[in-house]
């Protein structure tokens, strides 16, 4: 069984570059949205609610900075890295791709050209 590389497309040429960079971004970004999702549920739903027939009692709840320590520990802290993280992410790690010469209202002065050949054939 022969591999194919990463950046040849399945009928054997070449992916776009821009194609491949966003590709790894995405890749990236989902990966560490799971790690997020697998952190956050289940340390929630073992420390935000009490044991098996055991009583919630006020006093006896922990907190760190007066927020509740499985909110602080399963919502705030990683919210805090993911935005750590996507600072990072966006300013070190994207690429920024060239993606051509923009034709910004090329396709509108080929409408105006075309509505003025019609009146002009119209009129004659």
Not at 30 to 35: D, I, K, P, Q, R
Not at 50 to 67: A, N, R
Request: hydrophobic share 45%.
């Amino acid at each position: 069984m022969t591999s194919i590389p990463q950046d040849t497309a399945p009928d054997g040429g070449e992916y776009d570059p821009v194609y491949l960079n966003a590709r790894r971004e995405a890749v990236v970004i989902f990966g560490v949205w799971v790690v997020c999702l697998l952190w956050s549920v289940p340390y929630c739903y073992i420390a935000g609610f009490p044991k098996e027939g055991q009583e919630f009692l006020p006093e006896t709840l922990s907190t760190v900075g007066g927020i509740p320590s499985w909110v602080f520990w399963g919502i705030l802290f990683p919210w805090v890295l993911a935005t750590l993280f996507t600072t990072w992410f966006c300013f070190f790690y994207m690429v920024d791709d060239d993606l051509g010469e923009a034709n910004e209202g090329a396709d509108i002065q080929e409408e105006i050209e075309e509505l003025h050949a019609a009146e002009q054939e119209g009129g004659q």
